[in-house]
């Protein structure tokens, strides 16, 4: 995957994570090895209660309303797939690499959890759609934070809200 496809992608997934409210604790282009072996060409990092990843926290909400459940889990669908469709939209295809398919396991894995979602392929498409609408709407942030992955390699969560402040809040029921 190329630098700047994989600057696009980790983008895609930054600005849908600022526009829907998911602070990103940073992000990172610097390719890293895995405990596994395996190679990522890029990451984003939420902030999370202690060493919990978002789909633990969402698969430990019993306490919280169903309807609240379901908008974090849908929330965290959307997230998934900016990447792939942020990466298609700027460099007109995809890049080989399992970054895609790992996206798209993370999002069947949070549909899993949902048991008010019942049809996949329906709920997937109307969340692409959502997804694909509110990346048009934070295009400009996600060339921007793209445009600095590039440079850096690696963004902090202050340089972030700096680059998130300089552009337009985002209000809708995305």
């Known amino acids: 995957m190329s630098m700047i496809a994989t600057a696009y992608h980790e983008a895609g ?11 990103v604790k940073h992000v990172s282009i610097i390719p890293r090895l895995e405990h596994d072996g395996s190679c990522i060409a ?32 849908e929330t965290n669908i ?19 690499s399992c970054s ?3 996206d798209l ?11 008010h979602l019942t049809d996949i392929n329906r709920t997937f ?11 048009e709407y934070g295009w400009t942030l996600i060339e921007t934070i793209a445009a600095r992955l590039v ?3 690696y963004l902090t969560n202050l340089e972030l809200k700096t680059i998130y402040s300089g552009h337009f809040r985002y209000s809708s029921s995305y």
């Open 105 to 115: 396991i993370v999002a069947y894995q949070l549909f899993l959890l949902s048991k």
């Open 78 to 96: 959307k997230i998934s797939f900016a990447g792939k469709l942020a990466e298609k939209r700027a460099i007109g295809k995809l890049a080989p």
């Open 100 to 102: 895609m398919s790992d």
């Open 151 to 153: 440079v850096s390699g």
């Open 42 to 73: 890029g990451f984003v990092s939420h902030f999370s209660r202690g060493a919990r990843s978002r789909r633990q926290e969402l698969c430990a909400w019993p306490e919280v309303s169903s309807s609240k459940r379901r908008r974090g889990i």
């Open 125 to 135: 498409r109307l969340l692409r759609f959502q997804t694909e609408d509110l990346l």
């Open 13 to 23: 997934h930054t600005a849908a994570s600022l526009l829907l409210g998911v602070d």
